[in-house]
């Protein structure tokens, strides 16, 4: 089992900047890939970014390309979401996700809600215009 426990999430102003954290613990030996979900009220939910757990592939839904970037560091067992130039669109609860199996084709599986074992309960993020 990995439990996992976000951190980070808050209230911002548009154009501002968080740093979502993901503390992942358990038997994370066994993890393929992490990836950072977001979900708004009567929406399903919808993958936000994703990485490769021991290597550096990352993977981006379009409408947050070249604002937010996804980032681990292994030696603690810690997935981070960098996300600038924040916009009102992207209020929404970010939960951190946990595949401990091979994704395939990454390209496309990797949004899949279904694809993901492990959750965290989730981190609210506000953004105001």
């Known amino acids: 089992q990995v439990q996992l426990v976000e951190s980070g999430g808050g209230s911002v102003q548009a154009g501002g900047s968080l740093r979502l954290s993901c503390t992942a613990s358990g038997y994370t030996h066994g993890t393929f890939y992490m990836a950072w979900f977001r979900q708004v009220p009567g929406k399903e939910r919808e993958g936000v970014a994703c990485?490769?757990?021991?290597?550096?592939?990352?993977y981006y839904a379009d409408p947050v390309k070249g604002r937010f970037t996804i980032s681990q560091d292994n030696a603690k067992n810690v997935l981070y979401l960098h996300m600038n130039s924040l916009k009102p669109e992207d209020t929404a609860m970010y939960y951190c996700?946990?595949?401990?199996?091979?994704?395939?084709?990454?390209?496309?599986?990797?949004?899949?809600?279904?694809?993901?074992?492990?959750w965290g309960q989730g981190t609210q993020v506000t953004v105001s215009s």
């Open positions: 990485i490769r757990w021991t290597g550096t592939s990352t």
């Open positions: 996700a946990a595949a401990q199996h091979g994704l395939f084709p990454v390209s496309t599986s990797w949004g899949l809600e279904s694809e993901f074992e492990h």
